[in-house]
């Protein structure tokens, strides 16, 4: 018997079999159909895709041989790693120098006939086999051998396939911690901007309020400039603050939510002057099981700009939402100034403004449709608005139901 010599890259070679994190996982139905499709196209008893591991070829998938690995030394396939460009066929075991000596030929299961492809990876690196076995001599047709090397191409696909979805995962989890971090800095951050400023407004306040008669206008005037732009810059940080939370994270954490309940109490919230009517229409007994904080942001930001941006003398508000089999279906109408046709899409991105301005006589800082947009999609819906000019605006969007739903 020979033993399977050690390729000179070894140590390279051992590094990329392990990049799959598949050695000792456990069976897989993807890998089983291989083998069983390997030994019905090859006419025999065994197949198996064998990954030689530093001390030992191990079994991802042993299709009529009752074992997960054995020795290298022993292993057909050490051998077959060595001839990376061309398959390993063994006829009879039993006169072959190489391996009539072998355990696995002299006993158990009493191997005779052996065809291995090389699974190469594409740094050209052995990773294993894909081979068949009988226990009887045996000769693969040109059209045998032909499919077998098909088979051994999807399966090194498979095993692409798996460390890429390796590698999305370590990234998105990667990112993940990242952005946690992230919204942890802007978190205090913005904590400590805003302190200061609220100190500033509450002073200018109080010197507006006591002291604005005994100043001189032009100085109670650039006050009210002070005034003014801290204001406005603290909407710019709370916009900020809400866009940097993570909507995936926040679409995570879900419970059964009561819509009726969860819209009278945005109501109360936000509905503060008599002059504004908002019309609930929501079934009575509609749940969804959502993250509830998310959809308190999203109806909380398209309700508050419709109070904000509407100067007319009564303020309504309609929001309806109905189900289907699939979706909640969602709409918030106002009678305020509406959107122009043409910025009907730029409206959602990041920063991007309209000409309206606020009861303050402020812009929008850009932030809080481009933070409902993102809420929405991390739900699993879409976002649109239907609005022309002077003629209001109704954002309709929709959130996937989940099974939760479906049951309640």
């Given at each position: 018997m020979k033993f399977p010599q050690v390729p000179k890259n070894?140590?390279?070679?051992?590094?990329?079999?392990?990049?799959?994190?598949?050695?000792?996982?456990?069976?897989?139905?993807?890998?089983?159909?291989?083998?069983?499709?390997?030994?019905m196209i090859c006419n025999t008893p065994m197949s198996l895709i064998s990954l030689i591991d530093k001390d030992r070829q191990w079994f991802k998938s042993h299709h009529g041989l009752d074992t997960?690995?054995?020795?290298?030394?022993?292993?057909?396939?050490?051998h077959a790693i060595n001839q990376?460009?061309?398959?390993?066929?063994?006829?009879?075991?039993?006169i072959d120098e190489r391996f009539r000596d072998n355990p696995l030929v002299t006993g158990d299961p009493n191997l005779v006939?052996?065809?291995?492809?090389?699974?190469?990876?594409?740094?050209?690196?052995?990773l294993g086999t894909l081979c068949v076995l009988d226990v009887k001599p045996?000769?693969?047709?040109?059209e045998q051998e032909h499919a077998l090397e098909m088979l051994a191409n999807q399966l090194m696909k498979l095993l692409e396939l798996r460390k890429t979805t390796i590698i999305l995962h370590q990234s998105n989890r990667k990112l993940n911690a990242k952005n946690r971090t992230l919204e942890k800095f802007v978190s205090v951050a913005a904590h400590d901007?805003?302190?200061?400023?609220?100190?500033?407004?509450?002073?200018?306040?109080?010197?507006?309020?006591?002291?604005?008669?005994?100043?001189?206008?032009?100085?109670?005037?650039?006050?009210?400039?002070?005034?003014?732009s801290v204001l406005q810059s603290?909407?710019?940080?709370?916009?900020?603050?809400?866009?940097?939370?993570?909507?995936?994270?926040?679409?995570?954490?879900?419970?059964?939510?009561?819509?009726?309940?969860?819209?009278?109490?945005?109501?109360?919230?936000?509905?503060?002057?008599?002059?504004?009517?908002?019309?609930?229409?929501?079934?009575?007994?509609?749940?969804?099981?959502?993250?509830?904080?998310?959809?308190?942001?999203?109806?909380?930001?398209?309700?508050?700009?419709?109070?904000?941006?509407?100067?007319?003398?009564?303020?309504?508000i309609?929001?309806?939402?109905?189900?289907?089999?699939?979706?909640?279906?969602?709409?918030?109408?106002?009678?305020?100034?509406?959107?122009?046709?043409?910025?009907?899409?730029?409206?959602?991105?990041?920063?991007?403004?309209?000409a309206n301005r606020d009861k303050n006589g402020f812009h929008g800082t850009g932030i809080g449709l481009a933070t409902v947009k993102n809420l929405v999609h991390s739900l699993g819906g879409k976002i649109a608005v239907i609005s022309n000019k002077k003629e209001g605006a109704n954002f309709v969007f929709t959130l996937k139901k989940t099974w939760q739903d479906v049951i309640a």
């Open positions: 070894e140590s390279h070679r051992l590094d990329a079999l392990n990049s799959y994190q598949i050695l000792d996982t456990l069976p897989e139905k993807e890998y089983d159909e291989i083998t069983a499709l390997a030994s997960n690995e054995t020795p290298r030394e022993f292993a057909f396939c050490a990376k460009d061309k398959t390993l066929i063994v006829n009879d075991a039993r006939f052996y065809a291995g492809i090389p699974l190469i990876n594409p740094e050209g690196l052995p045996k000769q693969l047709t040109p901007i805003k302190s200061p400023m609220n100190n500033v407004l509450a002073l200018s306040d109080m010197l507006l309020e006591d002291y604005s008669e005994t100043m001189d206008p032009e100085a109670v005037l650039l006050l009210e400039h002070v005034h003014t603290t909407y710019l940080i709370d916009g900020i603050l809400n866009y940097s939370k993570d909507p995936n994270s926040l679409s995570e954490h879900k419970e059964s939510v009561h819509i009726k309940s969860l819209l009278y109490d945005i109501e109360e919230l936000l509905v503060t002057k008599g002059n504004v009517e908002m019309t609930i229409e929501v079934d009575d007994n509609l749940h969804a099981f959502i993250n509830k904080t998310a959809l308190h942001q999203i109806f909380s930001n398209l309700i508050s700009n419709s109070i904000k941006y509407n100067h007319q003398d009564r303020v309504e309609l929001v309806h939402v109905y189900e289907d089999d699939e979706e909640l279906k969602i709409s918030v109408k106002d009678n305020g100034p509406g959107i122009d046709p043409k910025d009907k899409k730029r409206i959602f991105k990041l920063f991007s403004t309209t």
